[in-house]
DNA sequence: AAAGATTGAAGACTCAATCTTC
DNA sequence: GAAGATTGAGTCTTCAATCTTT
């Protein structure tokens, strides 16, 4: 096919591996934490970064870069936490404009109940099958891509 | 948060990073072939990968497998691009239970046309980020994640 | 005008149920 | 019973439109 015919035969076969990942890894913790947790893994991301900020409370704006996801998006998940009683939102003191997120009791429980099932899934998907050096390769390299990628328009 | 705190700190770095690229690199693939091509992403991987087959026709349940999607995710996308006239069904001389698909000359045109756009940002999004060794390190480390993930259940 | 956020509609994906053939 | 495939319902995501505050 075309697709890969531009880029050299390492980059071809670098391309298909990483596409791999890219498909699957998110499905394969996807139905983890569905089976596990019912929650998804996206909804997961946002209780851990929640509860990392400050009286566990962050700017949706913030959310949403470090979640990286379009604010649309996070606005949709945020009420469907919020219906489930997980997080609330509050208007930010600072900025009219600006909504907060802020974890509840119930968030918090949900998620540390959630996370070692989870972090045994990452464990075994990704860091079982690497060498200490491929550690600091992957992160080297997944770095410098996620920095091209935040310079994307939109996100 | 405690998502992490179970892993090294190298750990966390990498799966931070990891974890950006695979929500952030399919949304642009995504958002560049949509615009250019009016396709998404796994539409084209679906069109890239049948045009690689002897007489450009596949089984379906070998092309999910290489496309890395479920039969159902691949079946109803199979119906959209039918519509589209890009593919087309037909069955399996070999096996009366198999549906095989088959590009279509528009199919084929659709995806020659679509190609140059599509390689030229993956390798904007992540070779031109990489030094020549990273591509090897890049293929080794996400070859081996892959063949994890397959080995999981469902795919 | 830009930033922060929300909403609804349309499209896509997942899951389970189902059907046919091996 | 397993493999190959399809379908419909429910859920999630995206996109564009909209609103308020800066």
């Known amino acids: 096919m075309d697709d890969v ?16 990942v890219v498909l699957r890894l998110p499905a394969a913790l996807e139905r983890q934490l569905q ?3 019912q929650m998804s893994h996206f909804e997961y991301w946002v209780l851990a970064l929640t509860s990392e900020e400050p009286d566990r ?3 949706l704006s913030t959310l949403a870069t470090h979640a990286n996801a ?5 606005s949709h998940v945020i009420t469907r936490l919020e ?7 509050e208007p930010d003191p600072d900025d009219a404009r600006a909504t907060r997120a802020r974890l509840t009791h119930a ?28 550690v600091a390769d ?9 920095e091209r990628l935040r310079e994307e328009p939109s996100g």
Chains 1, 2 share one sequence.
């Not at 998620?111 to 491929?134: I, W």
């Open 107 to 134: 968030g918090w429980r949900a998620l540390v109940a959630a996370a070692p099932g989870h972090v045994e899934a990452v464990r075994r998907l990704v860091f079982d099958v690497l060498q200490p050096d491929d």
């Open 70 to 74: 379009s604010l649309s998006r996070l």
């Open 57 to 59: 409370t962050v700017r």
């Open 138 to 146: 992957l992160a080297r390299i997944a770095d410098r891509i996620a």
């Open 35 to 37: 089976r596990d947790s």
């Open 5 to 20: 015919r531009w880029l050299t035969d390492d980059e071809q076969r670098a391309w298909r591996a990483l596409a791999a």
């Open 83 to 89: 219906r489930r009683g997980w997080v609330k939102r």
